[in-house]
């Protein structure tokens, strides 16, 4: 068990943990890069050492006698990497001076901080410095401009000049016209039945002649759109829990401005409370089964954590998934340029601005795996001219939102206070302690997870006071979403909930197939008996509006 999930989750390197990354000041980076050239002048032995080194190894190379294997790494998968000695002997040098800045890293006398910082620039700098990424070093690259007679280049350029418009100059990592909404993906038939400035709340249409009384609740991060949870049909989460008999409702976010600078936490757990009361009263039931996804977990926590502290008993299970509530700056590779100092001048520049716009958002998230979501793309489309691909869920991840400034300022604090879980946290006056919550809990989390990683979110297993489920899935962020069943899908669970992530992982076993199945069937346990299904949506007080996926999915 513990050989399976390591393979799938770099210890050295747990991940990014979106609050935390959002707390980058551009000067602390700037501050590590300063002291790593300082440090090449405070050691000069270790230099001397290592430039030895570095020049065996380059005569070795030049020599066509070196035993470095660039096979190792998968861009230079290219016959060509092997086959043409000046192809191998320029990714040989390569590997050559990338091993020569991670020995001078290992042998030179930095305190850990600095050390992690400075392997964290250096290994980015090496993805950026790779020779496939240009075009006179990338062999497949001038082999299709060859064989296309330039149209490559063509295709290229295009694809260049047409994400400077409309992907603020990153390469685009799917066809952005590939899928239309409420036809090809977000098409599960349904209807808005409330809409408030802040959100709308979508009831799906049953497809089961029986369906659980209990209604369930989908809450989705504000940071993105909320139809992750429902895809193209083969993917859709939402149509898998519609055909288990559950009755589903979900919140889609509107999509902020700067005139809605001031919400915040608070703003969003009223939110969340809103759409639970929806679901009650158009239902008929006292309580609901509720979910939240990565942001919209701190969401629903948050409102399950008033709900509490009002002495109002609406809930009947949360589940969470893919999301951090206990924030620890070791999760992240960021957290070692996040300090007190950048959170606040974060705070000060989203204040100003009112909003952390989509050019933000976008580039937290591409920048906290450069390599896979910038550069691989960047050589796919620039330089082999190739289209963007077409896949439900790379379009998905290209519909960027904005997080108001009031938000962005509470997961700020949330990062580096930590109140939620310290039980510090305040809203509405009242304080949330999660502690007191009873009710069931299920918690889910990826094993290779870069954004919420997974070690972090089982933390959250020890905050609520009733009984707890955790799972790991061999999938990442996204997929523990959105994937479609394959053989490849397996999960991990444990009888007990022990206090340490490491010790869960050793008591952990493995089951083969998707955690939905499991969850579901957890799910179907707390969803009350079977009844007849009522066709038409709405009620009374709360009529159709609009059919799904609503208006607000579509607002820029």
């Known amino acids: 068990m513990v050989d399976a999930v390591e393979e799938r989750s770099d210890r050295k390197s747990q991940g ?35 430039w030895m080194q570095l020049m065996t190894d380059l005569s070795a190379i030049a020599m066509g006698i070196s035993d470095l294997d660039i096979r190792s790494d998968k861009r230079f998968s290219d016959p060509a990497w092997i086959d ?90 799917a066809d952005r016209n590939a899928y239309i909404l409420g036809k090809d993906v977000a098409a599960t038939q349904g209807s808005v039945v409330y809409r408030n400035e802040l959100l709308e709340v979508i009831q799906y249409a049953p497809t089961q002649p029986a369906v659980h009384e209990i209604p369930f609740l989908f809450i989705f991060s504000q940071v993105n759109r909320f139809y992750l949870g429902d895809l193209t049909p083969d993917r859709s989460l939402c149509q898998e829990l519609l055909t288990a008999g559950i009755t589903v409702y979900a919140v889609s976010w509107r999509n902020p401005t700067v005139e809605n600078r001031d919400w915040g936490l608070e703003t969003y757990a009223e939110g969340v409370i809103q759409a639970i009361q929806v679901a009650r ?86 920048w906290l795996t450069p390599e896979e979501s910038v550069m691989a793309f960047f050589r796919d489309n620039y330089l082999l001219g190739k289209n963007p691909p077409v896949h439900p869920l790379l379009f998905w991840s290209m519909d960027y939102t904005r997080v108001p400034a009031g938000l962005q300022c509470d997961f700020l604090d949330l990062a580096w206070d930590n109140p939620l879980a310290k039980r510090d946290m305040m809203l509405g006056g009242r304080r949330i302690d999660l502690s007191n919550i009873t009710y069931d809990t299920y918690i889910m989390a990826g094993s290779t997870d870069h954004i919420t ?100 999915v579509f607002e820029k």
Not at 32 to 45: I, S, Y
Not at 140 to 159: F, Q, T, Y
């Open 281 to 366: 009263e158009i239902s008929g039931q006292e309580k609901i089964n509720l979910m939240g996804f990565c942001a919209g977990g701190i969401a629903t926590a948050a409102a399950v954590g008033l709900l509490n502290a009002r002495e109002d008993d609406w809930v009947n299970s949360h589940s969470l998934f893919a999301n951090i509530l206990d924030n620890r700056p070791e999760d992240s590779d960021f957290g070692l340029f996040v300090s007190e100092r950048s959170i606040e001048v974060q705070k000060a520049r989203v204040q100003q601005a009112g909003i952390f716009d989509e050019k933000d958002v976008f580039e937290m998230f591409a």
């Open 16 to 50: 990014v943990a979106l609050n935390i990354a959002m707390g980058i000041d551009r000067d602390e980076i700037l501050q590590a890069v300063q002291e790593l050239l300082n440090q090449m002048t405070r050691h000069p032995r270790v230099l001397g050492e290592v």
């Open 453 to 552: 990683p997974w070690r972090g979110c089982y933390r959250s297993t020890h905050l609520f006071g009733g009984e707890v489920e955790f799972v790991l899935t061999n999938q990442n962020h996204t997929q523990t979403i959105s994937n479609k069943p394959n053989k490849y899908m397996k999960y991990w669970k444990a009888e007990q909930i022990p206090e340490t992530a490491d010790d869960w992982v050793t008591a952990a076993e493995e089951y083969e197939g998707s955690w939905r199945v499991h969850w579901i069937d957890w799910l179907k346990q707390r969803s009350g008996q079977l009844i007849e299904p009522v066709q038409a949506p709405g009620s009374a007080e709360h009529p159709p509006l609009d059919p799904a996926p609503g208006r607000y």
């Open 84 to 173: 043409n000695p000046i192809y191998k002997r320029l990714g040989q040098y390569y590997m050559a001076v990338g091993n020569a800045m991670d020995s001078w890293l290992d042998k030179s006398d930095i305190e850990q901080m600095n050390e992690k910082r400075a392997r964290f620039l250096l290994n980015i700098f090496k993805d950026l410095m790779a020779p496939v990424n240009n075009i006179y070093s990338n062999p497949a690259a001038l082999k299709i401009l060859m064989e296309s007679r330039g149209d490559s280049l063509i295709k290229g350029v295009n694809n260049y000049m047409d994400d400077l418009r409309n992907n603020y100059g990153y390469p685009a990592v």
